[in-house]
């Protein structure tokens, strides 16, 4: 995709003032960037521009995009070079820290649910796709940190109770649906609309079950 250009040069240009005065997307524009999960390990925003909106300079950590609509999409960097950039829908993309001004120039609005990754550096812990009876996995983006996976939960989908994975792991749902998160210490999630995310913490007891009778389409993006 056209937009890995644009994170790498934007990663590139991390030094210099024009970056020092960069500052959090969420304090600087809250009309666009909204914290919808924050822990010890991640940050995730969900992020909506209009036709024609723009944004001001600000940076992120590394992270992953995922796409819930295709975006087009003008980022303006520190150096004030641009790049024109599409990302297509339900799609994920990995990318550097780095600063830059974003601008919707497509014809249509978009949304990106971006997971930022707090750690100082990237953990050790081995990242493994779903390999489960009941589940098909596609890899969509893989970096340092993290890896995200396109997942379909089948209908009789069944993780028993007591599963725990070595990784953190984040669950953004694609669709509408019913099914049974259930977490050590924390409430069931059940009812699923597009652009729910969760998060399962690396050796924590859960339990999942497609209760809808239809299958059910997660990003799920595993950090070491």
Known sequence: MRLVAVCAVASVMTIGSA?????????VDPAHYKVVLENAVVR??????GVGEKSS??????????????????????DGKTQDSELASETALYMPAGAHSPANIGKSSFRIIQVEFKAAAPGKAAVVPPSRPGI???TLAEGARATAYR?????????PA?????????????GPGQLTLSREGQPAKTN????????????VKHETRNTGGKPLDFILIAIK
């Open 19 to 27: 970056v020092v005065l960069a500052q959090d997307p969420v304090k």
């Open 44 to 49: 995730v925003l969900n992020i909506t521009y």
């Open 57 to 78: 300079m600000h940076q992120h950590p590394e992270s992953i995009a995922v796409a819930l609509s295709a975006a087009s999409a003008r980022f303006t960097l520190p």
């Open 136 to 138: 098909e996995t596609k």
């Open 151 to 159: 997942s379909t939960a089948a209908a009789d989908f069944a993780e």
């Open 162 to 174: 007591g599963t725990t994975h070595e990784f953190d792991q984040i669950v953004i749902a694609l």
């Open 192 to 203: 699923w609309v597009r652009g729910d995310v969760e998060f399962i913490g690396r050796g």
